[in-house]
């Protein structure tokens, strides 16, 4: 039996914080407490730091044909990224192809990480395009006594992924019905195209109208038409990427209306605006991502809303594309221009800095956000996503004082460029345990083969306690 005793650390959890040790044994955690002194293989001091649940990223894009190129991080490089910024699982988005069985698409998707093994344990959600075939429903009913409780829908992207809200409303009720739980990206993509058509033939072809096209109203009818029709075949619903008012205000509406109903913003939402995609020089083409940046007032109301619990949890949706050779896709034609951004390594850095270190909300907050909700919602706790006995030693040595300057040149993400770059902050990952097993030491990779496992989540709702129509 390997056993790692992590001593004088402030441990923190989504409930609390206390000085404290840690035992670890075989991979989970054995023993938390005050003045623990067992014997153990190895000592790790964590005076002056805190130790914290590793994170958990449910919004990842590795590796993903998307946008007439595939993103640039694969499963080992961009796990190395998300352990070097205190992430130790990441539920990444499968995606089917058109007229491919849903099994199939998870095969596929399991192959490219074992091509590539992960830094970090591995979940898959299932994006579905095509419902339109033979047992495609059945195999959708049996996908979270499967280890996969969570599909995902695109209101957007016409002419790609896009779903009708037929196929939204037949996938929705078999996952209501059978402990799944429903994602959407939630923006009105018919709308969208118009707009995109207008703005070309206007010869509006520069990445700032990657804003004008997608106005907050686009996201906003969106956001509220999944929340309707999610409740109307009883579904829970998560919303990914939150990023303005107008959005917020449908979440707030359909859980006063009793709906069940959880969402998520994403650091570029909190750090850039619309006006970053109007840097000259092809600059703002780093910052097409989707629904795009808003204003200062939007960030605002996204800090608030995590601060007061209108919103559950904080992800990377990291979908890096290079901006030398993919970005310049569309160079002359904004909407060529491949639609991600990258961030799975700097989420925990600048939460802590940008969150806490500002006052905007605490330490447990901080966790509850970036690990503990993220575990619940998606079948991971309590394995994943708190420090307790019989949980997963799956932890984060955090240096609080410990000043970083935030850049490409030294991300360990394939991306070439960083949405935060010269960003100073104050507070970063010093050690990383996946398992009780170390991979990352003085925040930097430790060498040797990666150790992420392919996990099998539980059904929704095992470890979540049902809304019951107010806010979290
Ligand atoms: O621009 C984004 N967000 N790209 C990734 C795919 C998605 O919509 O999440
Ligand atoms: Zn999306
Ligand atoms: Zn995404």
């Not at 707030?252 to 959880?262: K, L, M």
Request: with cysteine; net charge negative.
């Amino acid at each position: 039996m390997t056993t790692t005793l992590i001593q004088g650390g402030l441990i923190v959890t989504s409930q609390g914080e206390a000085h404290g040790d840690l035992l670890v044994a075989d991979g989970r955690i054995a023993l938390v407490g005050g003045g623990l002194d067992e014997a153990a293989d190895t000592v790790i001091h964590a005076e002056g730091c805190y130790v914290l649940p590793g994170a958990v990223d449910p919004h990842t894009h590795l590796e993903m044909p998307f946008g007439g190129t595939t993103t640039i991080d694969d499963f080992t490089s961009g796990t190395v990224a998300a352990a070097c910024g205190g992430t130790t699982t990441i539920v990444d988005f499968c995606l089917q192809e058109p007229g491919q069985a849903l099994g199939e698409a998870l095969v596929r998707w399991r192959e490219k990480a074992h091509r590539c093994p992960p830094a970090v344990d591995v979940g898959f959600h299932l994006g579905i395009v095509d419902l339109d075939l033979d047992g495609a429903l059945d195999e959708l009913a049996r996908l979270p006594q499967e280890g996969v409780p969570s599909l995902k829908l695109f209101m957007a992207y016409k002419g790609a992924l896009m779903v009708d809200d037929e196929t939204m409303v037949r996938a929705m009720r078999v996952a209501g019905a059978n402990g799944g739980l429903a994602m959407v990206h939630a923006e009105n993509g018919g709308a969208i195209a118009v707009l995109i058509e207008e703005a070309l033939g206007r010869g509006e072809t520069e990445p700032r109208y990657h804003a004008t096209t997608r106005p907050p109203a686009t996201e906003a009818e969106a956001t509220g038409r999944a929340i309707e029709l999610a409740a109307l075949v009883d579904c829970p619903l998560y919303v990914v990427h939150v990023s303005c008012e107008e959005a917020l205000a449908e979440v707030d509406a359909g859980r006063a209306a009793g709906h069940q109903v959880w969402a998520e913003t994403c650091p570029q939402y909190l750090f850039t605006t619309a006006e970053d995609l109007a840097r000259p020089g092809f600059e703002g083409g780093k910052y097409v991502f989707t629904p795009p940046p808003r204003t200062p007032a939007d960030q605002e109301a996204l800090w608030g809303a995590l601060a007061g619990g209108r919103l559950d949890a904080v992800t990377s949706d990291h979908c890096p594309f290079r901006w030398a050779d993919q970005k310049t896709l569309g160079e002359d034609d904004f909407s060529k221009i491949p639609n991600g951004g990258p961030g799975i390594e700097e989420r925990l850095a600048l939460l802590h800095h940008f969150g806490v270190g500002a006052g905007r909300f605490s330490l447990p907050r901080l966790v509850e956000l970036v690990s503990t909700g993220p575990a619940r919602m998606f079948g991971l706790h309590p394995r994943k996503g708190t420090i307790a006995p019989g949980a997963d030693a799956d932890l984060v040595v955090f240096d609080p004082a410990r000043r970083h300057t935030i850049s490409a040149a030294t991300h360990h993400s394939r991306v070439d460029y960083s949405l935060y770059e010269g960003f100073e902050v104050v507070g970063a990952v010093r050690d990383v345990l996946l398992r009780g097993n170390p991979i990352v030491r003085d925040g930097e990779p430790v060498e040797g083969p990666p150790g992420g496992e392919l996990l099998s989540r539980a059904p929704f709702g095992s470890s979540l306690p049902i809304r019951d129509g107010g806010a979290a």
